[in-house]
């Protein structure tokens, strides 16, 4: 996970061409990546605790780069796939930018209750 951070963070700072997002989303995917490898790192050596600091940033990364997919991506660019079903939206991709603005909302509020309980509970 660590490696997957330097490298989506190296790929955000140099704009690779492949990039089709700010580099800021590069690099809330690369916090995301650190974040993981953190809470993986705590958990194996046996002080786990609540995860409510890895909820936190974790919720609150993953919104900030889905409010970008339901309102600034390019028009056309709105894809999602399952399974290896790719799903491309045309038609400006209402349906796909509805779908991230719904999944945004939930991390949003998830962001929110977790931060909440860290902030309650001082951990």
Known sequence: MFAAAIEIG????????????????????????????ARLFEMASGRAGTGDW???????????IEWWIAFFSPPGQCRSSM????????????????????????????AIFCSWRLLRTGS
């Not at 955000?12 to 650190?34: D, K, M, N, Q, S």
């Not at 290896?84 to 930018?97: D, F, I, P, W």
């Open 10 to 37: 190296y790929i955000g700072f140099t704009h690779a061409p492949g990039l089709r997002a700010p580099p800021a989303i590069a690099y809330l995917v690369a916090l995301i990546c650190v974040v993981t490898s």
């Open 54 to 64: 890895f909820a936190t940033v974790f919720f609150g990364a993953a919104a900030a």
């Open 83 to 110: 399974d290896g079903l790719s799903v491309v939206a045309n038609a400006g991709g209402g349906t796909c930018r509805v779908g991230f603005g719904i999944a945004a909302g939930i991390c949003t509020a998830l």
